[in-house]
């Protein structure tokens, strides 16, 4: 069955960096794209950042572009996210998921399997 499993969250002040991984199972890695989401407590589901099967496309929501960096190792079946000038408002629960598609969108209709989630949390 599929898996994705997140590691890499915790706390750190503001300005700091983290760097998620969810480690894929149960599925061919390389044939879908996979994305970052994140839940904030009270608030809906957002978008974060989404890559295409092979990696080449990416896309980013408009209050983490510049300051994340997705990117796959599909040999490794990981998915990775580099949180760099992390802020307050960036603490969230962050939910590795993957697409049906092979392309990368931001709406959450566009995945069907979710990790657990791994809480990040910023501040000083």
């Known amino acids: 069955q599929v898996q994705l499993v997140e590691s890499g969250g915790g706390l750190v002040h503001p300005g700091g960096s983290l760097r998620l991984s969810c480690e894929a199972s149960?599925?061919?890695?390389?044939?879908?794209?996979m994305a970052w989401f994140r839940q904030a407590p009270g608030k809906d589901r957002q978008f974060v950042a989404g890559?295409?099967?092979?990696?080449?496309?990416?896309i980013y929501a408009d209050s983490v572009r510049g300051r994340f960096t997705i990117s796959r190792d599909n040999a490794e079946n990981t998915l990775d996210l580099q949180m760099n000038s992390l802020k307050a408002e960036d603490t969230a629960v962050y939910l590795c998921?993957?697409?049906?598609?092979?392309?990368?969108?931001?709406?959450?209709?566009?995945?069907?399997?979710w990790g657990q989630g791994i809480q990040v949390t910023v501040s000083s």
């Open positions: 149960g599925f061919i890695f390389g044939n879908y794209a």
């Open positions: 890559v295409n099967w092979s990696g080449g496309g990416t």
């Open positions: 998921a993957k697409s049906y598609a092979r392309e990368t969108y931001s709406r959450p209709g566009y995945y069907n399997y």
